[in-house]
């Protein structure tokens, strides 16, 4: 591979072995490096493909060039964790970079006022997903461990929710889009049902969601 140019210390855009643009992420990767450098796969961790750009505008994706390098490096840690305790191959680059985002996001508003769950949701969160809950549990004390930072409780729940999205395409017999289609259908269902307009940014809508896509999957 070569190196083209540098996005932090730890991210680079590179021209793969099939002249395709892609995002490589490896420790130091970009560190002293100049435009036509060759990079060994041994030092890439990560490579985000270009079927990832396919999929159209993508603020996650275009969000990686604000998050930095150590908590692109903690999300690797975290994942890689929760891949092996939960048995799954590993994040893809949408729920990768999802859980970066929003690990960069929580790690920033540390010190600020946070959006908490409330103890009952926790709770159902926890009786719902217990694996995925353990997982949550471990990264925010790797989290603590790596950075000095402990996250709010709240942060257990929403890792949570990230750690049983990420199984989704990986365990599905069922195309993501029918998936898709499936949840909006089932929710028009209901909002026609009830004559109502449910909030899409509500927790609640956001907890039906996620419990949804769980069990259709299930």
């Given amino acids: 591979m070569k190196f083209q140019k540098k996005i932090n210390n730890s991210v680079a855009w590179v021209i793969n072995e099939e002249n395709e643009k892609v995002i490589a992420m490896g420790k130091g990767i970009s560190f002293g490096r100049q435009t036509g450098e060759d990079i060994s796969r041994e030092e890439i961790e990560r490579i985000f493909t270009p079927e990832t750009q396919q999929k159209g505008p993508n ?67 926890k009786k719902l997903y217990p694996q995925e809950n353990e997982v949550a549990i471990d990264a925010l004390y790797t989290i603590e461990k ?28 069922i195309h993501s889009s029918q998936l898709a289609t499936l949840i909006n259908r089932a929710i028009e269902i209901i909002e026609y049902h009830y004559q109502m307009t449910l909030d899409q940014n509500s927790v609640n809508y956001i907890r039906f969601n996620t419990h949804l896509r769980y069990f259709i999957l299930r």
């Fill in 59 to 125: 603020v996650l994706y275009q969000a990686i060039e604000n998050i930095s390098d150590d908590v692109l490096l903690l999300t690797e840690e975290i994942s890689e964790q929760a891949s092996k305790t939960l048995n799954i191959e590993g994040f893809d680059d949408s729920h990768y970079l999802a859980l970066a985002d929003h690990l960069n996001y929580a790690l920033k508003r540390s010190s600020q006022e946070t959006l908490d769950y409330p103890e009952n949701l926790r709770w159902e969160v």
């Fill in 146 to 173: 790596k950075t000095g930072i402990r996250l709010p409780k709240s942060e257990q729940t929403f890792l949570t929710y990230h750690f049983v999205n990420a199984q989704y395409d990986v365990r599905a017999n």
